[in-house]
């Protein structure tokens, strides 16, 4: 597609509650990146994936965080039993290589009540 | 501990002026940073990069400079335009670090007429 696709773009979790999170990145994207951005706060980098293989997860804040990227496209961001401070908006984001000046997606914003 | 920081929370600029934003790093690590602008409810844009090789990058409107014995950059536009009101967000990146980048805190531009 023409840009980095994310649904849902809006999401309501109860405590206690399991939700995934979708981006499509660009077509031919090798690279591919998980931000969390607080209310307030930049985006703080969670996991990058090249291709399917995910080369660094140090941003994720619990191992209640889970991400893949199966197939190299598409990739899909898990968080279970979410939690009051797991509301925030997620971005992602791909590249055609590197880090350099990627594209975001426009986010899926995140709140647990 | 805040590795790049973006010390004003907002700036308002007459139109037609000039706008200067600032960063400030921490990281001596850092080699390549980068501004980006981010609209309400959409994901960050790819504005302008700078590598630590340089001080100076210029595209249109847009300057960066890099002060690496300060380790401090600005962003420059002139003039600026009403279309130039948005959150600011400067980022740097390690080539030898981790893969993401750090991001300041954003600063939120308002171009007055």
């Known amino acids: 597609g023409a840009g980095v696709s994310q649904s849902p773009r809006y999401k309501v979790a109860k405590r206690g509650q399991d939700v995934a999170l979708r981006c499509d990145p660009i077509?031919?994207?090798?690279?591919l990146f998980w931000y969390q951005q607080a209310l307030g706060q930049g985006p703080e980098f969670l996991t990058y994936f090249q291709n399917e293989a995910q080369l660094d997860k140090s941003g994720l804040p619990s191992d209640r965080f889970f991400a893949e990227r199966p197939e190299g496209s598409v990739s899909t961001l898990k968080i279970q039993r979410t939690q009051q401070e797991d509301s925030a908006v997620y971005l992602c984001?791909?590249?055609?290589?590197?880090?350099?000046?990627?594209?975001f997606g426009s986010g899926t914003r995140l709140t647990v009540v | 501990d805040q590795q790049v920081k973006q010390n004003s929370p907002s700036l308002s600029v007459q139109e037609g002026r000039i706008s200067i934003l600032n960063c400030d790093y921490t990281?001596?690590?850092?080699?390549?940073f980068l501004w980006y602008k981010k609209y309400p409810a959409e994901g960050p844009t790819f504005l302008i990069s700078i590598s630590s090789i340089k001080d100076k990058n210029e595209d249109g409107r847009f300057t960066v400079f890099l002060n690496k014995s300060a380790k401090h950059l600005s962003l420059h536009i002139v003039p600026s335009q009403p279309g130039d009101s948005a959150v600011y967000f400067c980022?740097?990146?390690?080539?030898?670090?981790?893969?993401?980048?750090?991001f300041g805190k954003g600063t939120h531009l308002i171009i007055q007429p």
């Open positions: 990281n001596s690590m850092f080699d390549y």
């Open positions: 077509s031919g994207h090798v690279s």
């Open positions: 980022a740097a990146f390690s080539g030898g670090g981790a893969d993401g980048l750090t």
């Open positions: 984001a791909s590249s055609r290589d590197s880090n350099y000046g990627y594209t």
